[in-house]
């Protein structure tokens, strides 16, 4: 399967959504099951026999989340909060890490009391304070915890000018401050660590676009390959074998083949493929998620409006986190951008012009931040809607 190209964004697919959706009311999501299967198989692929962790943050609709677990590959989650992990834990699913940290006092004392969510669960932890958070809950067993190691890279750190690329996550940056932690908390009894979480955002969340960000993700991997494994042997010595060492994320799962002490691989957002992974090299993946959009004015010869679309994306603010529009004679206008209520859309010279009444297609800059703006997600599979299937925010859930 070739590369996502700018050149595929025709009409080709913009007429099977609209022809497929006709009757249903917009705005309206759309995943394409054939393209997200493809997609996971493509993942399992590039992971070279890791577990792949599913990112609930980047999926947000159960009925797929499940679709992927179901394909060779996949297995536990990766949630964004603990109230979401006891939900998914009461419906079922195992295997379940929280990879931020959680100072929900409410939704810790439920986990503490709670044997089955006790026995699935890990949180994440990087100081002392979410240790002395986790004493205070009395658990009936001890809270099984993982390492937050930032795995970001760190040049001319002893210098006068310190270089910072990727983001600031942890507290934990070297094995001297890992073994320092765990002397400070010897002495708790509420909660045992039993993992480490490495994941490396400035390889898996920034595009191929520049020679320069080609160089700092070669130079990043070879770093922090050596720091993983001197702190997940620190690890392993102090704190016995490891329940898991995670690592990576759509855009760098494919560089673990050889990493041993790496026991699984993240992915989510590869699944729908958003806008933002346009500028990768070599995944192999192809959009699988669309929202469309009613015209509803045409204010001039070559501008029409849109209702509703205003779906920004967060991170940085920039014109990457709008929504792109699928056919390539679309581009939204630089003094409006998308809105909230309507957006507008600017013709290309030349093409036909959208009337009252026909339906744009858009892709969202993220992947489980579309879920949040709809109750449900309709299935299409390649001709026609075979089914749907209610996001969280359709079952009520707003994790935050």
């Not at 834990?89 to 379940?96: A, M, N, Q």
């Not at 690329?165 to 940056?173: K, T």
């Not at 050889?258 to 192809?286: I, K, Q, W």
Request: proline share 4%; hydrophobic share 40%.
């Amino acid at each position: 399967m070739g590369e996502f190209q700018e050149s595929e964004t025709n009409t080709e697919i913009t007429s099977a959504l609209t022809a497929a959706t006709h009757g249903i009311s917009a705005p309206v999501s759309v995943v394409d099951l054939s393209v997200f299967d493809a997609n996971a198989r493509t993942l399992a692929t590039r992971a070279h026999g890791k577990p792949i962790r599913i990112a609930t943050k980047s999926v947000r609709n159960r009925t797929l989340i499940d679709r992927a677990l179901a394909l060779p590959g996949y297995q536990g989650l990766m949630c964004y909060s603990l109230p979401e992990a006891l939900w998914l834990v009461d419906l079922g699913h195992t295997d379940i890490l929280v990879a931020y940290p959680c100072v929900d006092r409410a939704a810790l004392d439920q986990l503490a009391s709670n044997s089955k969510a006790l026995a699935e669960i890990v949180l994440i932890v990087d100081c002392l304070e979410h240790f002395e958070i986790l004493e205070q809950t009395s658990p009936i067993a001890p809270i099984k915890v993982a390492l937050d190691i930032d795995s970001s890279l760190r040049i001319f750190s002893r210098t006068s000018h310190p270089i910072h690329v990727g983001v600031r996550r942890s507290n934990l940056y070297t094995a001297q401050d890992v073994r320092s932690l765990l002397n400070r908390t010897e002495h708790l009894r509420s909660s045992t660590v039993v993992g480490a979480m490495f994941y490396d955002a400035q390889i898996a969340g920034l595009p191929d676009t520049s020679f320069a960000l080609r160089t700092m993700k070669r130079l990043s991997r070879s770093v922090l390959s050596a720091r993983r494994k001197e702190i997940t042997q620190l690890l392993t010595s102090t704190c016995g074998p490891l329940q898991l060492v995670n690592a990576g994320g759509t855009g760098s799962i494919s560089h673990y083949q050889d990493a041993d002490e790496v026991t699984e691989v993240t992915a989510g957002s590869g699944l729908y493929h958003p806008s933002l992974f346009d500028g990768y090299r070599g995944l192999g993946l192809r959009p699988s998620a669309y929202f469309g959009v009613d015209v509803v004015r045409a204010p001039r010869p070559n501008i029409v409006t849109a209702f509703a679309g205003g779906y920004m994306a967060s991170g940085q603010v920039a014109v990457s986190r709008q929504p792109k529009p699928v056919n390539a004679t679309l581009k939204l206008t630089h003094n409006e951008g998308v809105g909230e209520v309507q957006t507008r859309f600017q013709i290309r010279r030349g093409a036909a012009v959208p009337r009252i009444g026909d339906r744009i297609w858009l892709r969202h800059a993220k992947a489980g931040e579309q879920m949040e703006r709809f109750n449900q997600t309709y299935l299409f599979d390649g001709t026609q809607i075979v089914g749907s299937a209610q996001t969280y925010r359709g079952e009520g859930k707003n994790f935050g």
